[in-house]
């Protein structure tokens, strides 16, 4: 079973950055592109970033184009999220996700909130 493990949320000031990471078991990433995902309280869950296999190719939601900086290191197993000039709308949970054979694996989020 695919496993997929975040961790970095936290709470943090606007303007301020937080890195987050997803850590995935029983599954060689390389071969897969990558999602990142938000869920705000009350709001349905949307597309943040997208990173290619090889990472060549990311997309992202226009509302963190320009902040937030998708990555990935395949020798580790590992996705990354840099999230910089985080605002309040940020405030979130945030998942990694991944599609394979057309099942959708998600982690279990992690919390982001930005608020002074």
């Known amino acids: 079973q695919v496993q997929l493990v975040e961790s970095g949320g936290d709470l943090v000031q606007p303007g301020g950055s937080l890195r987050l990471s997803c850590a995935a078991s029983?599954?060689?990433?390389?071969?897969?592109?990558m999602m990142w995902h938000r869920q705000a309280p009350g709001k349905e869950r949307e597309l943040v970033a997208y990173?290619?296999?090889?990472?060549?190719?990311?997309n992202y939601a226009d509302a963190v184009k320009g902040r937030f900086t998708i990555s990935r290191d395949n020798a580790r197993n590992t996705v990354s999220l840099q999230m910089d000039l985080l605002k309040p709308v940020d405030t979130a949970v945030y998942y990694c996700s991944v599609r394979r054979g057309g099942v959708h694996f998600w982690g279990q989020g992690t919390q982001v909130t930005v608020s002074s």
């Open positions: 990173i290619s296999p090889t990472g060549t190719i990311t």
């Open positions: 029983n599954l060689a990433i390389d071969n897969y592109a």
